[in-house]
């Protein structure tokens, strides 16, 4: 669920103190550029390395591009409403047009990574309780992911009648007053389906893990499979929980905000209040590339020859750069004489 651009209702229309600005620009700053460079190199090395492309990792992409795009579209307007004291900056068509989509490609994005956690939390499952069959075929993976893009931007498309301008003096913000109804209908397909369903997903994950055994000795080749299940199944909930948790504690303030539970704080207190579990659940777009190193070697092994290769071009580029010397008369200090090996590399002594 999107609220970063309905602040003039989530966190009050007082103007920020210059230095909260500054600590909160800084914030997002950072946060867009890591975001932007950690999911580039997740998509990046699972386009490179034949090894991540599995059914999992189509999905692990998926998230990483809607997370580009989340980025690329929430982040930059999020500084500006900082900077801005929250005032929509354009007007007339010109403005009514980014007031509308901004949210709905920022909704469409993080519904796209909540239920590609869904489907991986479906992969592994088929994956671990039937090993031999495995998860989603290619085929079917072909179909589930414009699937998702699809049905969010279905479900999330109201927000392009319901986000308006409104005017007030000297002030132009972009809101939006949807009906209680489609409110509701929005946290429940962001949160209220998808929640109970990854829980259950893994439950069942973590049950066949720990009670499954097969009869007779077990091969190499089936501890080998069993290793690979457990460590894709860490890596799933390493993804899937911090999502959830951030997205859970959005969902409960924005609701005692809206039943009046935070009447008691002062207005700065419930702006920074709220301005701290927004960005937490905005830092959900940026953690999955720690997420990846922490848990999966072939990662790593790819971000070491990434760094390498940086560093290389690097050396090359400072070795390749002419390296002029000049000798100075203390006499004549102003005048500069070049020194011969200088005159060599200019070709001037010929």
Known sequence: MNVSLNESSLYGRGEI???????????????????????????????????????????????????????????????????????????????LIPCKLIPFISDVSSAVSLYSCVFIAIDRYYAVAYPLRGGFSRSRMKYIVPGIWIASSVVISPYLYYFKLIHGISVVRCIWEPPYTYLMSVIGYSFGITAPVITIMYVMIVYKLWTHTIPGERTESFKRREKQNRNVFKLSVAIVMPLYMTELALVIAVFL???????????????????????????????????????????????????????????????????????????????PTPSVQTLNFLDLSH
């Open 17 to 95: 103190r210059v230095s909260h600005k500054v600590v909160k620009t800084l914030a997002y700053s950072f946060l867009f550029v890591l975001s932007i460079l950690g999911n580039s190199f997740i998509v990046w090395a699972i386009s490179k390395d034949s090894r991540l492309r599995t059914n999992t990792n189509f999905l692990v992409t998926n998230i990483a591009i809607s997370d580009i795009l989340f980025a690329l579209v929430n982040f930059p307007q999020s500084i500006v409403a900082i900077i801005f004291d929250r005032r929509w900056m354009l007007d007339g068509i010109g403005g």
């Open 257 to 335: 905000k809206m039943f009046g539970n935070l009447a008691s704080l002062s207005s700065g207190d419930v702006e920074d209040l709220m301005f701290a579990v927004v960005y937490l659940k905005h830092t959900s777009v940026a953690y999955n590339f720690f997420v990846y190193l922490r848990f999966n070697e072939v990662y790593r092994e790819n971000f070491r020859k990434l760094m390498s290769r940086c560093f290389c071009s690097c050396f090359h580029f400072k070795a390749a750069l002419p390296r002029t010397h000049y000798s100075f008369d203390m006499n004549s200090f102003d005048h």
